[in-house]
């Protein structure tokens, strides 16, 4: 299959520790696909679901300990710890390696080996990488074929001599004990051992697009980030493209997909959707900041996804979609919590077992039928609003960077910030508080800056002066905004509409890029003119959209002192400039 000395020598040292019976290419053929499918079948590994409602559809169960990305577990394996920093679990690489290596030794006896060439992003481009993953998992094979672009193109681009990150995966034997997943930054390297579950598996996405991502951006000098990007077509015909980051369960995916509410459909917006997980950004001749999506498929959360909340996934998971950890129902469709249509009368639940609606476990507790984390993997190719531009070879350019969280009370609807380095700081700072779904103490604010926390690979506080650094680099910078959906009045409902009408405030923030209008100077930064919001076709009034504006000066100044103790855990890798910014955020609070 190959010439490339370096490649085949990584495959023949990876063998030798596995042992696998045999080793298969993944050529990225239809062919080779319809066959894998079968195999899985056969094994049980996945079933076929309904070919007349969900033709090329497929439903997998994980383990029941192995349904999520496990952080303890997850490490970054550099020279020293500060190199990690003190925000990711650091070990050795020789540590890593010989510890890893005890569990990789013989994973796959009785296995086959797949090789997994693919390129992230548009094979060619000069915003791609290429990987190849071994894996022992079919399961895997078949996500990676709809995630990333795979197989004989990506290794003809290769040649022999070509770079690429070495991805080593096995099943093992799924013992949560015996499982780790490890980046070594040096060596272009990730081993993964022990789970099946998608964010721990699938090496292109968190592993290598971001932990290995951030690292290679920053030696080479762009961006690789946790952020959907998204076109939206105003009504003179003009698309104007935006990079959103958020943390997880603040609507990335939805708001990726967004659909024009009705009074603004009638003026002729449109959105054009070209990823909801990760962007690679470039500086390009022009002094802007360019972006790729760098995959070609949608890891999305199954529950709370419906024809309301997201109607654009859900016609894009009508075909060739692997269904993991949903409800099984008797005629082989699958249902969750939240999704569209009662509830079956009976199904199989994720784990397996005979469920009914309304059923309880031991301690009274509701039976879920679809894990919470459960996820469909569709093609991006099958989305209704899928840009045109997948294929560009120089992406997109980025108006405006929008950073989010869910704060009940503290940040209002939008604002911007004073430049791009008031923008690192607003991102350095962004957090959530977390809702009765995690665990934790309800309100808890968790701090996750530019939503990086669990996939930056390398030292956080480096990384925010690294982002201050590419700001210099840029004759024409992307504006920076926040935005918070959540905000609730006192009773705890939400004062804001959310999903298709988030496009009131995405066009006032184009109109703030293009300086068309005003903003209103605050302590934290430009806010809107309550009259500059379109409210059109919405039953929200002008005093709830002042409500949703308003900037509480005592709650801020609680805010700073939380900030200071974030901050405080970088030590000397927090870059001046951060400090500066909640030195003067201090200041403008207390100043009339
Ligand atoms: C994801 C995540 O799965 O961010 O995209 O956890
Ligand atoms: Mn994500």
Redesign the pocket.
């Given at each position: 299959m190959t010439d490339h000395v370096e490649l085949k020598k990584w495959i023949d040292d990876c063998a030798t520790l596995c042992q696998p019976d045999k080793i298969v290419w993944i050529d990225g053929s239809d062919a080779q696909r319809d066959v894998l499918r079968a195999e899985a079948c056969e094994t049980g590994e996945m079933i076929q679901l309904n070919p007349q409602k969900l033709p090329g559809c497929y439903y997998h169960r994980t383990a029941v300990n192995d349904v999520a990305?496990t952080e303890h577990l997850t490490y970054i394996c550099t020279p020293t710890k500060a190199d990690a920093g003190p925000t990711n679990n650091w070990m050795s690489p020789e540590e890593g390696y010989a510890k890893a290596s005890e569990i990789f030794k013989g994973s796959m006896r009785g296995r086959t080996m797949y090789v997994i060439p693919f390129s992230l992003g548009p094979v060619g481009s000069v915003f791609s990488k290429i990987g190849v993953e071994l894996t022992d998992s079919i399961y895997v094979v078949l996500n990676m074929l709809i995630m990333v672009r795979c197989g004989e193109e990506v290794l003809r681009k290769l040649g022999t001599d070509g770079e690429f990150t070495r991805c080593l995966h096995s099943r093992a034997d799924l013992d949560d004990k015996r499982r780790l997943i490890l980046h070594f930054p040096e060596d272009n390297t990730v081993w993964s051992v022990g789970s099946g579950y998608?964010?721990n598996v699938l090496l292109s996405k968190?592993c290598m697009a971001l932990r290995l991502g951030s690292h290679l951006a920053r030696r080479e000098g762009w961006l690789a980030e946790?952020m959907l990007i998204l076109g939206i077509e105003e009504p003179n015909g003009r698309i104007e493209y935006v990079a959103a980051a958020f943390p997880?369960a603040c609507g990335k995916t939805n708001l990726a997909m967004l659909v024009p509410p009705e009074g603004l459909t009638r003026k002729g917006y449109r959105i054009w959707t070209v990823g909801d997980?990760i962007a690679w950004m470039r500086i390009d001749t022009d002094g802007g900041l360019w972006a790729v999506n760098p995959e070609a498929g949608f890891?999305g959360?199954a529950p709370g996804t419906n024809s309301k909340t997201n109607p654009n996934v859900m016609a894009t998971v009508r075909r060739n979609t692997i269904f993991t950890n949903v409800l099984l129902r008797p005629g082989k469709t699958v249902w969750w919590e939240h999704g569209d249509g009662e509830p079956p009368p009976q199904g199989t639940d994720w784990r397996g077992n005979p469920w009914t609606p309304g059923m309880l476990d031991k301690d009274g507790k509701p039976v879920l039928g679809a894990h919470p984390n459960a996820r469909f993997t569709a093609p991006l190719e099958q989305c209704p609003s899928r840009t045109f531009r997948m294929d560009h070879h120089h992406g997109v350019p980025i108006s405006a960077i929008i950073f989010g969280g869910r704060r009940a009370r503290l940040a209002p609807l939008v604002y911007q910030a004073y430049s791009w380095q008031h923008g690192v700081f607003v991102g350095a700072t962004m957090a959530s508080e977390r809702t009765a779904a995690q665990y934790g103490k309800i309100g808890e604010v968790r701090r996750d800056p530019m939503a990086m926390l669990p996939f930056c690979g390398y030292n956080m506080g480096d990384y925010f002066r690294y982002w201050c650094q590419m700001g210099q680099r840029m004759n024409n910078p992307p504006k920076i905004f926040h935005v918070n959906w959540f905000r609730t009045d006192d009773d705890g409902e939400f004062l804001w509409p959310g999903y298709g009408d988030n496009l009131r405030v995405l066009e006032w923030i184009l109109a703030r890029c293009r300086n068309e209008l005003e903003g209103v100077a605050s302590p934290i930064g430009y806010l809107p003119r309550p009259e500059d919001v379109d409210l059109t076709g919405l039953d929200l009034s002008l005093d709830v959209l002042r409500e949703l504006l308003r900037v509480d000066r005592q709650a801020w100044l609680a805010e700073v002192e939380d900030i200071a103790k974030f901050f405080a855990q970088f030590g000397d890798h927090l870059p001046h400039a951060l400090s500066d910014e909640l030195a003067s955020l201090q200041r403008r609070l207390t100043t009339a």
């Open positions: 990305r998608g964010g968190k946790h997880s997980d890891f959360v």
